[in-house]
T-cell receptor, first 115, second 114 residues
Framework: NAGVMQNPRHLVRRRGQEARLRCSPMKGHSHVYWYRQLPEEGLKFMVYLQKENIIDESGMPKERFSAEFPKEGPSILRIQQVVRGDSAAYFC?????????????FGPGTRLTVT | GESVGLHLPTLSVQEGDNSIINCAYSNSASDYFIWYKQESGKGPQFIIDIRSNMDKRQGQRVTVLLNKTVKHLSLQIAATQPGDSAVYFCAENAGGTSYGKLTFGQGTILTVHP
């Protein structure tokens, strides 16, 4: 049973470009979370999604950041007009369908570098 | 805002020793706590969890202790091995939600010397 998949693993963008990060949850999981980790810090909650619904986006910056989890396909975290401060590791996590579990299974992360 | 924090940012032990990693939390409404292990370049890996109606829970070589009186959480690793070297994070349920909105601590770097 494959774990949470994320791609790309590393992403380099110049200031002003767009970054798209993809996440495929574990099989049987329909709850997806995105967390951000700055260097030498703990993870910070960004957004919680279920299929086609954003449930809690209280940790998302108000501008430039958006997330979706369509009926088909992976969840996407999109960052428009990236700035150097967006450089971080972005982790996706999932939990089982209908569980509402607080136990999360994390993917390997996407390390975004903005030059 | 309220947060979870760790007392010791680094811990070095000899192989075979027991390790204890500590964590303080400030949100008295939190009712669920988790320990994660993160190896370099990887995502956090679930180790063990505990609910607020318990004060101790054991897994394989790991034990989590919860002291709600002083808002303290600890992770004990028995017979620590070099493969246990990693950053360990405690996390708590944030804001009393029933889903995985967690507040993570700063992290403790555990180094195990052969």
């Amino acid at each position: 049973n494959a774990g949470v998949m994320q791609n790309p693993r590393h992403l380099v963008r110049r200031r002003g470009q767009e970054a798209r990060l993809r996440c495929s949850p574990m099989k049987g999981h329909s709850h997806v979370y995105w967390y951000r980790q700055l260097p030498e810090e703990g993870l910070k909650f960004m957004v919680y999604l279920q299929k086609e619904n954003i449930i809690d986006e209280s940790g998302m910056p108000k501008e430039r950041f958006s997330a979706e989890f369509p009926k088909e396909g992976p969840s996407i975290l999109r960052i428009q007009q990236v700035v150097r401060g967006d450089s971080a590791a972005y982790f996706c996590a999932s939990s089982p369908r209908g569980d509402g579990s607080q136990t999360l299974y994390f993917g390997p992360g996407t390390r975004l570098t903005v030059t | 805002g309220e947060s979870v924090g760790l007392h010791l940012p680094t811990l070095s032990v000899q192989e075979g020793d027991n390790s204890i990693i500590n964590c303080a939390y400030s949100n008295s409404a939190s009712d669920y706590f988790i320990w994660y292990k993160q190896e370099s370049g990887k995502g956090p890996q679930f180790i063990i969890d505990i609910r607020s109606n318990m004060d101790k829970r054991q897994g394989q070589r790991v034990t989590v202790l919860l002291n709600k009186t002083v808002k303290h959480l600890s992770l004990q690793i028995a017979a620590t091995q070099p493969g246990d070297s990693a950053v360990y994070f405690c996390a708590e349920n944030a804001g009393g939600t029933s889903y995985g909105k967690l507040t993570f601590g700063q992290g403790t770097i555990l180094t195990v010397h052969p």
